[in-house]
T-cell receptor, first 114, second 109 residues
Framework: DSGVTQTPKHLITATGQRVTLRCSPRSGDLSVYWYQQSLDQGLQFLIQYYNGEERAKGNILERFSAQQFPDLHSELNLSSLELGDSALYFC?????????????FGAGSRLTVL | DAKTTQPPSMDCAEGRAANLPCNHSTISGNEYVYWYRQIHSQGPQYIIHGLKNNETNEMASLIITEDRKSSTLILPHATLRDTAVYYCIVRNSWGKLQFGAGTQVVVTP
């Protein structure tokens, strides 16, 4: 157990629907990162939050949004889902600002869009 | 953040050392070298990192050349459980952790 908790582990939904993925960071970590891994692509960085504020953005679609709450958990919202959104979504957390900034990853949420 | 070059795949015999090379010729002075691995569909797992000096922990050793343009990850006694994709990433403390294609390592009995 890495200490980063992601829910749900598996999710099956239909095109056009909206889903929310949740991430609880390791205790003490202030920064949360979201990554997408689909079959035909590697791990793609989506977005990073630090202590509630968006810090960096990657290849995140406009249909996707995220936020980090005061208790530091984060949610990734995926809307108007398409077949191509089927992927593993990983959350990671780190302390940030303390030198090397090592990320700890969760086990992922597997999204299947039918 | 600097880019890295890794061989796409390599095989290693169980019990032998696995030496994974990584080139990062455009690395900047404040960028660390990180190694992560991903065992099939699991979350990436941190292995080790370094800035200038060689590093060792319970999982692996990291050898960084004096000019910092390349590094080698050493798994001293590879086991079947070490079969994974290994990622070499360079970034500074505040940069995005961007994964490339990595090296698929297969440990064979």
């Amino acid at each position: 157990d890495s200490g980063v908790t992601q829910t749900p582990k598996h999710l099956i939904t239909a095109t056009g629907q909206r889903v929310t993925l949740r991430c609880s960071p390791r205790s003490g970590d202030l920064s949360v990162y979201w990554y997408q891994q689909s079959l035909d692509q590697g791990l793609q960085f989506l977005i990073q939050y630090y202590n509630g504020e968006e810090r960096a953005k990657g290849n995140i679609l406009e249909r996707f949004s995220a936020q980090q709450f005061p208790d530091l958990h984060s949610e990734l919202n995926l809307s108007s889902l398409e077949l191509g959104d089927s992927a593993l979504y990983f959350c990671a957390s780190s302390v940030l600002g303390t030198g090397a900034n090592v990320l700890t990853f969760g086990a992922g949420s597997r999204l299947t869009v039918l | 953040d600097a880019k890295t070059t890794q061989p796409p795949s390599m095989d290693c015999a169980e019990g032998r050392a696995a030496n994974l090379p990584c080139n990062h010729s455009t690395i900047s002075g404040n960028e660390y070298v990180y190694w992560y691995r991903q065992i099939h569909s699991q979350g990436p797992q941190y292995i080790i990192h370094g800035l200038k000096n060689n590093e060792t922990n319970e999982m692996a050793s990291l050898i960084i050349t004096e000019d910092r343009k390349s590094s080698t990850l050493i798994l001293p006694h590879a086991t079947l459980r070490d079969t994974a994709v290994y990622y070499c990433i360079v970034r500074n403390s505040w940069g995005k952790l961007q994964f490339g294609a990595g090296t698929q390592v297969v440990v064979t009995p």
